[in-house]
């Protein structure tokens, strides 16, 4: 295996840490990082503007790791959860930066690639038509979304996605996702 989940976590703890989790990802817990990143100093000093496109991306990468976490690989200690996940969030210099990991199967990578570079395309016009698109489509997956999740952090931070998908095992790929909000 190439891949050291450890080394991963340690180099995105770059910055000034707001709230970082290593585990299950339950509604609980949701609730819990909900709230301590909107109790975070460095969270409360800044422009309002900031603060809610901060906390909506934040909660839409929290709903995306949820809803769409596999089972970690067996021989990873992870007490025993199937919904095992990072999630990190820090302040680095004007930017804060919204990190979450989780493993997938193999079989799931190519649509989650094609998925993140087609997003990563779209101009901010074409991000707006492809939303509204959607919206008015109203098709709800069996996840309970209608595949607005990493559309809408695009759209609410303008920037684009940056991920990383590393080989783990013959069934198991990590996959980290990078949000920067400024």
Not at 82 to 110: A, E, H, L, P, Y
Not at 114 to 140: A, F, H, K, P, T
Request: net charge negative.
């Amino acid at each position: 295996m190439g891949f050291n989940l450890e080394e991963w976590y340690a180099h995105k703890l770059q910055g000034d840490v707001i709230l970082k989790h290593v585990g299950s990802i339950s509604p609980e817990m949701i609730t819990h990082a909900l709230d301590a990143v909107e109790t975070h100093s460095q969270f409360k000093h800044q422009r309002l503007q900031t603060r809610k496109k901060l906390y909506n991306v934040f909660v839409e990468c929290m709903q995306n790791l949820y809803h769409h976490v596999d089972p970690p690989p067996a021989d990873l200690s992870v007490e025993g959860t199937s919904n095992f996940g990072i999630v990190i969030v820090v302040q680095d210099g004007s930017f804060f930066r919204i990190t979450t990991g989780n493993f997938i199967n193999r079989s799931k990578v190519s649509f989650i690639k094609d998925r993140i570079e087609q997003l990563n395309s779209l101009s901010d016009e074409e991000v707006r038509l492809l939303y509204r698109d959607i919206l008015g489509n109203e098709s709800i997956s069996e996840k309970g979304g209608g595949g607005l999740g990493m559309l809408d952090i695009v759209r609410k931070t303008g920037n684009k996605l940056e991920y990383f998908l590393y080989p783990y095992d013959e069934e198991h790929v990590f996959f980290s996702l990078d949000v920067y909000i400024s």
